[in-house]
């Protein structure tokens, strides 16, 4: 095996088992509310080993840890609640992503195969999708202010706004 395949190889699992350790903090904070840091992590160590696998040739991990990038952005958006479903889910395809990760280090260099879990993904994603929505903040944010705000940034002012936190508007001139 090459070293470069096994550096692949040790990064990725590496990710792996982060991404198995935030899914347990979210699984935990998820009973006492969101936990932004803990999906912002998972988000971005799956977007890593998306990276990785693309810069190592490895397309079916690449494609699968996109499509799971894709579900934890409804996630981090809001757009997808967070439940004892959806943690199941992200465990039972970070095992997939382990089990094609195990198959490179036994030397298979075939093409991997994950359509199957990639629609997986999709349909899982699809029955979610929709089905929370924050509260509006038109009527407590200027129009103004809310036209030049990122989709994540007012998510986040809808979470703060809905929890005991104060949103308040500053001017400057």
Known sequence: MSSAKEEF???????????????????DA?????????????FRSIHTL???????GQQGISDLSHALESL????????????DEVVRFLFNNIDILRSLVEELS???????????????IEVFRNS???????????GVIDESILMV???????RLKTLHSTS????????R
């Open 30 to 42: 998820f009973q006492t509310g969101p936990n932004p840091d803990s999906v912002n992590a998972l």
């Open 165 to 172: 936190y104060c949103t308040t508007q500053h001017f400057a």
């Open 106 to 120: 036994k030397d298979k260099d075939k093409e991997q195969d994950v359509t199957g879990h990639l629609n997986n």
């Open 50 to 56: 998306k990276g990785l696998s693309g810069l190592f």
């Open 128 to 138: 979610l999708s929709g089905k929370t929505k924050g509260p509006e903040l038109k």
């Open 149 to 155: 705000l990122s989709e994540y940034e007012e998510h």
């Open 72 to 83: 934890l952005d409804g996630i981090r958006l809001g757009k997808i609640d967070v439940s």
């Open 9 to 27: 190889i040790a990064e990725a699992s590496d990710l792996l088992e982060e991404s198995g350790r935030l899914i347990l903090e979210i699984q």
